[in-house]
């Protein structure tokens, strides 16, 4: 506490002091031995008028009477000198545990192995968060996504039986690629601060450090697997895994060069362990992270301060007890049992003891952020209110006023997520002006100007694909006309030849006699040649039925099944159902297949004298 923290939440109660004191002076001047008479008599006639033995009234309940009023209207200013923070537009707790599966994650030196103790530690501090979001990355020559920022972390570790080195479609340990790509998931949820935790046997330090320092407020935490003395590497062969010169490798726990990357990473090393004192203190860790992070954010916090007034009228306690012997508050309780008229006035219980900012700071910590809007009156609060409750529109019309660099960037992550991208990156522009240093006003502008650039180029895409659209329904009319114009052609050729046609027939109709006595003379010619025998006659017979047979055969009809037929077939089909369901599940096998094709879509460039564990 420091005195320029002290002061009045309800300052204005305080004027209620002036009255107050004219009311006790007053009363002081009737409670003297004269009274009233000296204001209306003579100073001579008063020892005549009064008794010559004055009777001397006490002033002690007087100054009882003053002390309560006056701690009563200083508990109604309200004084406060302690500070209650609460989240505006705050971040939930976000941590991405980053795992190894490079080969020498087999090694035995950790029973059974490295990869399956790290597992079961992943499982244990699964189970200890309570909150917050959680990402699963996997890394070896490259890094990989198996879970992205999820609140649900019982998917996460139904992951975890199938995370082995050989789904990984390329070996070695490239931890470097594995943290840039657990800062792009934080980037992508918008999350200003969040807990790294890296489970792995080993890094290369001056390839990873560029990759921690580039990134500071995202907090490097690493859990050790192995041993100082190493193990061999079994191969899925039988064998052990040797370099190039035939010799066995042995990869070593080299605790130095990790405690370096976790104090570059301002976080903590823990080296795996036979009880859960590893998994008690990372956990530990990052609850205190998280409350620290809350307590230094400026642009993340707004201040409530904790007001001290009801603790002062315990001290008029005393005072109503005395009181009470009296008779004096006996008067006060019966006027207020007894019924009054009820007056129009918009007043609640809790405006008696509560501004409308406290009441709303309650309603903000039971998570009812409508309510919590309508009731804060700072703007700046109000935006926080209407942020969390995905009013987004409001949030930001609430912030229009603002001239801070926190306030101008609050409100582009309002615009961000109202959708009005070129607005955000203008007030993102306004904050870093005001604080040119500020990453995360950088990182965040620099989201919001890819997005709005993918969003323009989908436009593009989009004004292509209905120009392309208009482009083939022109052809397409023009390809219709065109063949209209040919079908009318070929119309006009048909009636041509019709008519020549019907000019042939009439010229022959017109010919000499001679060719109808050449036709009968053919018919006497048939008529001479031999008939057909009877056996003949039956196989053409046969041939014509069978031609007529010909099309019923093509359609052959349809049967209804039996009952028992049915029953059959249904069976079957259950059969069939069962049978499918016996075949088992492969996690492993589909996230292989996942990693083979996200690195087949990839450019990969492998860093120089990598080695394959």
């Known amino acids: 506490m420091t005195l320029s923290d002290f002061h009045f939440i309800r300052p204005y109660w305080l004027l209620a002091l002036l009255p107050a004191t004219v009311l006790f002076m007053t009363l002081i001047r009737r409670n003297q031995p004269t009274g009233a008479w000296s204001e209306v008599c003579d100073a001579a006639l008063l020892p005549f008028i009064l008794q010559q033995k004055t009777l001397k009234q ?79 990355l996997v890394y070896a020559g490259d890094a990989f996504t198996v879970t992205p920022l999820t609140n649900d972390t019982d998917t996460i570790d139904s992951q975890l039986s199938a995370l082995t080195t050989d789904i990984m479609p390329s070996h070695g340990s490239n931890t470097f690629v594995a943290l840039q790509k657990a800062v792009a998931l934080f980037k992508q949820a918008n999350l200003r601060n969040g807990q790294i935790l890296l489970v792995t046997d080993g890094a290369e330090v001056d390839k990873t450090l560029p990759a921690i320092e580039s990134n500071p407020q995202y907090t490097l935490s690493i859990l050790a697997v192995g041993t100082a003395e190493g193990g061999p590497i079994k191969a899925a062969e039988g064998d052990f895994v040797k370099d190039a010169q035939g010799t066995i490798v042995i990869p070593k726990l080299n605790a130095p060069d990790l405690a370096k990357l976790a104090q570059a990473g301002q976080g903590l090393l823990v080296t795996l362990g036979d009880d859960n004192q590893d998994v008690e203190r990372l956990t530990g860790f990052f609850e205190q992270a998280i409350v620290k992070q809350e307590a230094e954010s400026k642009d993340l916090l707004f201040q409530q301060w904790a007001e001290k007034g009801p603790w002062i009228l315990l001290a008029l306690l005393p005072l109503a007890a005395l009181s009470f012997r009296k008779g004096l508050l006996s008067l006060v309780l019966l006027g207020l049992l007894m019924p009054l008229p009820k007056a129009s006035y918009a007043l609640e219980w809790q405006d008696l003891w509560l501004t409308k900012d406290q009441q709303a700071q309650q309603a903000y910590q039971k998570q009812d952020f409508a309510k919590a809007a309508e009731q804060f009156k700072n703007p700046d609060w109000q935006a926080a209110a209407q942020y969390k409750a995905g009013n987004y529109p409001k949030a930001v019309e609430s912030l229009k006023n603002v001239h801070s660099a926190d306030g101008f960037y609050n409100q582009g992550n309002a615009l961000a997520q109202a959708g009005q991208l070129p607005e955000a990156i203008k007030a993102y522009e306004q904050a870093l002006k005001l604080k040119p240093d500020d990453a995360d006003t950088k990182a965040n502008k620099e989201l919001v100007e890819k997005e709005l650039k993918k969003q323009q180029a989908q436009k593009e895409q989009q004004k292509q694909q209905e120009q392309d659209k208009k482009d083939q329904q022109k052809s397409d009319e023009e390809k219709s006309d065109q ?100 075949i088992p599940d492969d996690p492993a096998g589909l996230l292989k297949r996942k990693f083979q094709y996200q690195y087949g879509q990839q450019e990969h460039q492998a860093p120089a004298n990598a080695e394959a564990w």
């Open 483 to 582: 063949e209209k114009s040919e079908q009318n052609k070929q119309d006009a050729n048909k009636d041509q030849q019709s008519k020549d046609a019907e000019q042939k027939s009439q010229q022959k109709n017109q010919q000499k006699p001679k060719d109808t006595e050449q036709s009968q003379a053919k018919d006497k010619e048939v008529q001479k040649q031999p008939e057909q025998k009877p056996e003949q006659a039956k196989d053409a017979k046969k041939a014509e039925q069978k031609a007529e047979a010909k099309p019923d055969e093509k359609a052959p009809e349809t049967k209804a099944l039996t009952p028992d037929e049915a029953k059959q077939q249904e069976e079957a089909q259950q059969a069939n159902e069962q049978w499918l369901k016996r």
């Open 58 to 136: 006490s002033r002690v309940p007087l100054f009882f009477m003053a002390i309560a009023t006056i701690l009563t209207i200083i508990a109604l200013a309200g004084p406060t000198w302690e500070r209650l923070p609460s989240p505006v537009f705050s971040n939930e707790s976000a941590l991405v545990i980053v795992l190894d599966l490079s080969l020498s994650m087999n090694t035995a030196d950790v029973k059974p192995t490295r990869l399956i103790r790290a597992r079961y530690k992943i499982a244990d501090i699964l189970k200890r968060r309570k909150d917050g979001q959680t990402a699963l």
